[in-house]
């Protein structure tokens, strides 16, 4: 509920390509929640002022998503009932969100090169391109595959033999995200539509800046706070965007809102070179019990190629039915061997 008082929010932009390649945006303040019900928008998120990528973000994840792990992995995750979101600096590949912020400055160089720019505002969006990324160690993030059974996600993510996907409810995971503030996003591989997103993104923080500095007598402080807004939300939605290359891995991500230390759900281990810190994601809460469900959504684990299916559905069976009180399983039609 938003109060007489509460200050006007920015809906997401009207943004048209025109014939030239130069974008034209138009904003309206307006009282109320950023967008309309949608269940991968939870009341109350802040719009990602990119039409391109709030479309994206409705489509409707399938019935399950499937995470890759090992045995230890599969294992403390039904024990906790919880999975394990890497922060942002620390993924493998520490490139991820070095991606995102590159379309960024490209998306700013150009538009600065297009003209009609003040020496201000050329000032301001020099400012965006510096603070691009600085905000990546707030953010935390978790993985997941349409596919229950791709051989680039066995080979990725778990040890060679030993590997399973387990097959988690969408609808459950929708609800816990919300529950936690949490976005569930489907990655977008097109690099044309990852170009374009960033030019909404920045076009509209052009725009808002033209608008606020209208009522603002510090232009200085201004500039910096839509710095760090614009590091913020290219931090919370550029891991959206993935190079065209993993497009096989249809992934889709659970990714945080900015997180603060204390947080009672960050916690760290131990690596090789040095401490990791990772988010506890609950993957049920008070208001969301039901992990196991039933029917077509309900939690299934996939085991991986192995040279002894026999004993590992054994297993899985009784851990699954150990902890959750019922077992849905299969194996991999992988005919790949690694043992």
Known sequence: MTSANSPPRLTSPIVRLNSDGSISTSITLYFGTPHPASPLMPPGRTTTLSPSLDLALRQPPPTRLWHYTSSDGLISILRSREIWASNISFLNDTKEIEHAVDYAKNAISNRVNRGNLTVDEISFLESLARASGTAAKRYYVASFSEDQDLLSQWRAYC?????????????????????????????????????????????????????????????????????????????????????????????????????????????????????????????????????????????????????????????????????????????????????
Not at 181 to 203: G, N, V
Not at 218 to 226: I, T
Not at 306 to 331: E, I, P, Y
């Open 159 to 339: 040890p060679p033999g030993g590997g399973y996907s387990l097959g988690l409810p969408s609808e459950q995971l929708v609800a816990v995200a919300e529950d936690q503030q949490f976005l569930l996003a489907p990655c977008i591989y097109d690099h044309r539509t990852q170009y374009k997103i960033l030019s909404e993104i920045t076009e509209s923080f052009l725009a808002i800046y033209r608008e606020r500095l209208r009522s603002t007598a510090d232009a200085d402080k201004l500039k910096n706070d839509l710095s760090w807004e614009f590091a913020q939300h290219i931090t919370r939605f550029g891991p959206t965007l993935k190079h065209p290359t993993f497009k096989e891995e249809r992934e889709w991500r659970l990714i945080s809102p900015m997180l603060q230390e204390p947080h009672p759900q960050l916690d760290f281990r131990g690596s090789a070179t040095r401490v990791v810190p990772f988010f506890r994601f609950k993957l049920v809460t008070q208001e969301h019990p039901d992990l196991v469900r039933v029917g077509p959504s309900q939690i299934t684990t996939i085991i991986g190629p192995t040279s002894d299916r026999n004993s590992s559905s054994m297993a899985v069976q009784f851990l699954m039915t150990s902890l959750l009180g019922t077992a849905s399983f299969g194996g991999s039609d992988i005919p790949y061997r690694a043992w």
